[in-house]
């Protein structure tokens, strides 16, 4: 292995066998490699007589020590020397940091970033060995000259831990073999020397529950029995109480109401009686239901026109008298407005159009007098006059127009 390799070996006892890991990890302490090796312990072996005490040997040379440097601080370092200074894993631990070069050279880097100089030192744990069978005790030997005492190293720091394999898959359970025959027992033994306490074994596993064991032969079917004589009928049974009568079902719905007929034909009145002689006036009665009107009258034959009186001269003094009496001269198509309200539209030329709006309030009213020989025709959205006449009749003829409202004008006066 390279400067950089550490390996851990474990030891695995919990399948009842010899288990080694072999790990191996990198100057930063990764993990790179993990190999195992399994072997269940075979029988224990006779145990042998105990051999001669051998030779003590020569005390051997001093080797040669570690010098702890304590923190590490840029300066020379030479070989044997040892560190602490943060781990390669980053945590904020501190770990032991062994020196390499086997010259004296100067350190200016921290050991986790200059690893050409300097290793991180985990201590692999070895592999724990079979415990021996303990030996006779031997005759005491010649206490040897004792050493001179080395200087005692600095403790290391405890490896770290292994990565927990994968547990193995279970076996499948093995057929139960015939249970041997007992053998004779055999002589006792003679007490062995109290060997030293071995470490406590892991719980063994449960072992596996018993295969059931085989059912039974099923019996064969008896022999069936031949059929029985058919059983004479019986009597016939009485006849059963009579049912409980059932609740009375729900109540339907009351149907539609029938349409009303139609209201009877009012009888015929009476024949009017004679009149009698006037009484005392009784008190006024209520207020009888007004009878239907009756059908218009035909209208009278016109009666003959007037002469026609002569035609006063017109000049602007009576024009203006005019004027200020509430009267409006028209020479053209005119449509009435507000300020015609009560007053007198004088149509003054040969054939003219008076038109009422339908803006005008409801109540508005005004007439129209023809004062030549033309024609003045009335208009309105709606214009309800006795026969449905518009136009004035001759010259001096006069109409009153009133707004009932909503475009709606009713014409009177004398229209043809």
């Known amino acids: 292995m390279g400067n950089c390799d550490i390996s851990a070996y474990i030891l695995d006892i919990s399948l009842n066998a010899w288990v080694i890991d072999t790990c191996i990890y990198g100057c930063l302490g990764q993990f790179i490699l993990c190999a195992s090796t399994v072997g269940w312990p075979g029988a224990q072996g006779v145990q042998g007589t105990q051999g001669l005490m051998g030779i003590q040997g020569l005390i051997g040379e001093h080797g040669a020590g570690l010098q702890n440097q304590g923190t590490w601080e840029a300066s020379t370092y030479n070989a044997g020397d040892y560190v602490f200074w ?39 744990a070895g592999a724990q060995g079979a415990q021996g069978t303990e030996g006779a005790q031997g005759t005491q ?28 898959y279970n076996g499948s359970d093995g057929a139960q073999g015939v249970q041997g025959t007992e053998g004779a027992q055999g002589y006792n033994g003679s007490d062995g020397a109290q060997g030293t306490q071995g470490l406590q074994g892991i719980a063994g596993a ?22 029985g004589l058919q059983g004479l009928k019986g009597d016939t049974g009485a006849q059963g109480t009579e049912g409980a009568q059932g609740t009375s079902g ?9 349409a009303i007929g139609a209201q009877g034909a009012i009888g015929a009145q009476g024949t009017t009686g004679a009149q009698g002689t006037t009484g005392a006036q009784g008190t ?22 007037g002469t026609q009186g002569t035609i006063g001269a017109i000049n602007d003094t009576s024009l203006n008298s005019y004027l200020n009496s509430g009267f409006t001269v028209i020479n053209t198509n005119y449509t009435v407005n507000a300020s015609d309200l009560n007053n007198i539209i004088l149509a003054d030329v040969s054939a003219l159009t008076v038109t009422f709006p339908d803006s005008l309030a409801a109540g508005f009213q005004t007439s129209v007098i ?19 006449s518009v136009v004035l009749r001759d010259q001096y003829a006069a109409a009153t127009a009133v ?13 043809k």
Do not use: C
């Open 370 to 388: 023809n004062e030549t020989t033309g024609i003045t025709t009335l208009n309105a959205s709606t214009l309800l006059t006795t026969d449905s």
């Open 86 to 124: 943060e781990t390669s894993l980053g945590l904020g631990d501190s770990a032991m940091w062994l020196w390499i070069p086997s010259t004296s050279e100067y350190s200016s880097n921290p050991p986790y970033i200059d690893t050409s100089l300097w290793i991180e030192f985990q201590a692999p």
């Open 141 to 168: 030997g010649v206490q040897g000259i004792m050493g001179i005492q080395g200087t005692e190293g600095a403790q290391g720091f405890a490896g770290i831990q292994g990565t927990e394999g994968a547990q193995g």
């Open 250 to 258: 729900i109540q339907g719905t009351v149907g539609a109401q029938g």
């Open 403 to 415: 707004h009932k409202g909503s475009g709606t004008w009713i014409a009177f006066g004398n229209l």
């Open 284 to 305: 006024t009665g209520a207020q009888g239901t007004r009878g239907i009107q009756g059908t218009e009258g035909s209208q009278g034959t016109e009666g003959a026109q």
């Open 206 to 227: 449960d072992g596996a529950q018993g295969a059931i064991g085989a059912q039974g032969i099923e019996g064969s079917q008896g022999i069936q029995g031949t059929q």
